[in-house]
């Protein structure tokens, strides 16, 4: 095991797929000289040079296009958007294109295709560049949808991206690039997509998060359990296509009770799909209903105290807890 | 900004005039190709009114020589790419007729097992990616498998044919300066039948569009696509550029749609004078008659050509009439293809 931050352990799952496979190139904006715009492909021009590592013009729609393409072409691109809010000028390639070439062609072509961006809110950049839309790119059959919590997690699931013969959105909470964690040295470490993590163990309440959500799920247990002496058992759902029910489900039966803490919106968002899904298979086991702790329904905005008001925190957390116990 | 390295021609070559080398096998077969088409959807329109072609469906009628001309200047390896208005391209390109009116059908042995439709018909076997439906959104994927080839040090040119109505789309301009930047090997073939659904070309593009094109650096050449061997020779000088690893070519057939822009097209914004007057320069007409005059062929071979046309269409039609029905339970399939450790 090795320490290193998350933006590093990204940088290393892309620098093995490129060694390990000639087919591995990466497209983006600014990602070549630059280093990217969270230096995650920082020193990679370098070392592959301009054809692998393509800096790119600020054409969403034509670089994501452009992947499908490649990948079309048995290639194994790997195209970042430099943050998912520049990901709507590319929906109609992502949406149209990367789910369905495989559906609508009855098998024949599959897009073998990595979509990396940066995802969340919390750095006072404004209604347009803090979106967390994880949940609605989860909203397409044809995708899969992927959102580490930490360093590990991030390198063993990006690696897995690039065997996956399906288009992949890896999603990166910009917070979490700075994170320290301990990455397993084990050039062939992957983790399987869908299978969901115990992040922590406990035994009267589950709360379930993903990305950086992760983490205020896990203070919140702290607190939880420092100051009320209750047992909260944290799911890092690490991907939300394919999703891990059966884990959610069997904590759920365990705890009886369940907490979803999630950056998007409240109104339509994954949150409301796990909910449901709990209710649908869990019903008799709960003994409160199933309790959100989301962002709140308003476009992000800039000053710090009216951000911190509208992204939900551990508080929030520990008190949607308190209230079905 | 720097210049790129290899200087594109900046006055495009003129296709040949004259179909010098084209021999009498050739253009026999772009004429069975034309006939193809047209008889395929004529009755395809008949299919449509009688319940047993569906969704939407936008029929190829007087375009004919951009689909055969262009699409036979390609080599089997290289990779097709298309809009909605897709039949003649599958046809010019050699999937099989029944293959495709069971698409249309909705049937298992169709192109998608019936899961695509006319305006999503695909088939790897021939390097043919697609129809696509979302107009202008097929450019940037060509531009994919262009690099894709070219990375791979492939001997494949990738065409993007598309229609005067993609080119108001940012995907277009996207599209067109991505393969100059990159050099890539596309042949963009617009066919400019003058009508976006039923918007007039002048009140959607600001400057002609094969001058757009020579904005992004790269030869551009306007044809009379009602001329398939103009399209043909021009098309042909177009891949052999994009071959030779010179980058992309733009070329802008002329073209007249007959029908409306789909079967629900009352066609309330041009006068059927106007439709008349195109159909005096129709593209079978034309080879006919040079065909005839040249000696190339005689009336009972045209007719010949005509019979053998109408038969394969209609056994077309009665191969995509037995073919079954896809099972329900064959809804999810290829939603996702299985990968290692899934």
Known sequence: MTEMRMREALREALREEMLRDERVFLMGEDIGAYGGSYTVTRGLLDEFGPDRVRDTPISESGIVGAGIGAALSGLRPMVEIMTINFSLLAMDQIVNNASKFLYMSAGQFN????????????????ATHSHSFEGMYAHFPGLKVVCPSNPADAKGLLKQAFRDENPVIFIEHSALYSMKGEVPDDPDFRISFGKARIAREGTDVTIVGYSGSVHQALRAATMLEEQEQISAEVIDLRCLRPLDMETVIASVKKTNRAVIVEDDWKFGGFGGELSAQIMEKAFDWLDAPVARVSGKDVPMPYNRNLEFAALPSEEDVVEAVLAML | ??????????????????????????????????????????????????????????????????????????????????????????????????????????????????????????????????????????????????????????????????????????EFHEALNLSALWDVPVVWFCENNGYGMGLPLAKSNANDIYKLAEAYRMPSVRVDGMDVIGVYEATKTAVEFCRAGNGPYFIEAMTHRYRGHSMADAELYRDKAEVEESRKGDAIERLKKAMLADGLMDGSGYEALVA??????????????????????????NIYRESPND
């Open chain 2, 308 to 333: 053998r046309v109408e038969e394969e269409v209609g056994a077309a039609i009665a191969f995509a009439d037995a073919s079954p029905q896809p099972e329900i339970s064959t809804l999810f399939d």
């Open chain 1, 111 to 126: 897009v073998p295709l990595v979509l990396r961006m940066a995802s969340g809110g919390g750095s006072q950049l404004g």
């Open chain 2, 1 to 170: 900004m720097p210049p790129r390295t290899k200087t594109a021609p900046r006055t495009a070559p003129k296709p040949a005039p004259k179909p010098a080398g084209l021999g009498g096998e050739r253009l026999g077969h772009f004429l069975y190709q034309m006939l193809l088409i047209r008889r395929f959807e004529e009755r395809t329109g008949e299919m449509y009114t009688k319940g047993k072609v569906r969704g939407f469906l936008h029929l190829y009628i007087g375009e004919e020589a951009c689909a055969v001309g262009a699409i036979n200047a390609l080599e089997p390896q290289d990779k097709l790419i298309t809009h909605y208005r897709d039949h003649g391209h599958a046809l010019a390109r050699g999937i099989e007729a029944p293959r495709v009116m069971a698409e249309l059908f909705a049937r298992v042995d169709g192109t998608s097992k019936g899961r695509g439709g006319s305006m999503h018909i695909f088939d790897k076997a021939k390097n043919f990616f697609g129809g696509h439906a979302i107009v202008g959104g097929h450019m940037p994927v060509a531009v994919g498998l262009a690099l894709g080839s070219k990375m791979k040090k492939e001997d494949a040119v990738t065409m993007c044919v598309f229609g005067d109505g993609g080119v108001a789309e940012g």
